[in-house]
């Protein structure tokens, strides 16, 4: 069953993915292994797809770096649920495909080392008995993501969703 | 009823009035790429299927890891050439300097433009009066590829500077009380505009370009300098780019600049600023000025000021890198070259330098760098307890001499 990895407020892309550890510095098959190296060096190791990202605040504050989101998509992350997110990772969660949901409720009720499963289309979030129901994106969002990423939409309709 | 700098700006592109809150998409003026993500962005165009749209509305340039340090950056760099000349596409090369001092140096930021680049440091456009913003690989390829960008028009935070800095203080330091006023997410999703009045106009676009730089650190999306002074002297600036007065702002700050301090940022977060005099004595090891906060003539010109005749304490390393080619010649021409290299300073080449923690000055495991650059998260430049505290050029250069985090008045004192 998918697992919660859980961090706290104010977690930067540097945090994310260091600098020193950009695709462009280690090869773009390695850098995935280095997410979370200074914070949590066992993540890479242990995390596995469909395991769910939680943040507190201002999550992903700092760099542009893609490649931090996307190192957490090639681990298999499929959704992060933050008390609130900084505006370019939101940005790139979304055009990666990630499902970013915002709900602080939701972060303070889970525990690191939870037991979840969630259904991204309804945002439904079940632990044991308990449901959690999730805001799900706004509808640009949900238009890109049902095609898979904003790039994916782009690449089939040539525009921007509702454009 | 008016509308904010940003209004102003994404109605024009967008060919509408548009408000805060509502979608757009609008052309751009200039996609910045710099050489970090650029292998991101080539795969991304690949996907598409698609080449650059406007290519001469295309830049990338080579400064995050200038000259490459190993062979991966080699590779990915030596990919950028033959991709720029491939295409049509600029590229500045390694020694041209840190992207955004390129960019306005080269003008391809200008009044009134959108400006987005791979480089969450983008909101320094805004001193000019660009809406500049920084992206991820997929929206700066999209851009790219489509001559346009898909943007929510934000609420602004008005941030008022008023009357002149003291002597010894700097716009580093009202940039840092700025960030410290709205925090790190204070600013999430909005513009800040920044209104100089009362004396704060005779900013120069260098102070500009550091206030609208650490304006990310408060989470903007674009930090607007409302164009005055030097800008309108540089710039044919647009007769609509101004805010109404009557505009709606979230929040209004004012700072008294007549009675700041200067500042540090301790670590790890941006916004832990405090005044110097808090922190002073704290050891240092080494001293990095430069980067796109601080990297400029006037910033080299106030670190020689301190330094001249005096030697860095043994034990610190004093790193110099000037944040452009253009930097550094008007350095070497004014004889600040040589003041600073007497005290015992490294140059390195212009670019970003170790900001970001990969090459030119990394460091060791409990070491402590002061700094003008404009981020000191943890393990930002080098081993995750390494501490970072980043302050204005004059007090960076004072503690390159002290050997301890103090200000040039201080050291005065216990010199004399």
Known sequence: MPRVWKFGDQINTDDILPGKYAPFMVGEDRFPTFAFAHLRPEFAKEVRPGDILVFGRNAGLGSSREYAPEALKRLGVRAVIAKSYARIFFRNLVNLGIVPFEAEEVVDALADGDEVELDLERGVLVRGAERFQLRPPPPFLLEALREGSLLDYYKKHGRFPGE | MGQTLAEKILSRKAGREVRAGELVVVEVDQVMVVDSIAGSFFKRLEYLEATPRYPERVSIVIDHVAPAANLEVAKAQKEIREWGRRHGIRVFDVGRGVCHQVLVEEGLAQPGWVVVGSDSH???YGAVGAFGTGMGATDIALAAASGRTWLRVPESVKVVFRGQLPPGVTAKDAALEMVRRLTAEGATYMAVEIHLQDGAEAFSRGERMTLANLTVEAGAKAGLVVPSGEVL???????WLYPDPDATYVQ?????????TPRVSVPFFVDNVHEVAEVKGKRVDQVFIGTCTNGRIEDLRAAAEVLKGRKVAPGVRLLVIPASSEVLEEAARDGTLLTLLEAGATIGTPGCGPCMGRHMGVLAPGEVCVSTSNR????????????IYLVSPRVAAASAVAGYLTTPEELEETHA
Do not use: C, K, Q
């Open chain 2, 122 to 124: 983008s909101t320094t």
């Open chain 2, 233 to 239: 002297e540089l710039y044919r600036v647009p007769d």
């Open chain 2, 252 to 260: 209004e700050v004012e700072i008294d600049l007549t009675r700041l």
């Open chain 2, 376 to 387: 000191n998260f943890r393990g930002r430049m080098g081993a995750p307890d390494a501490e």
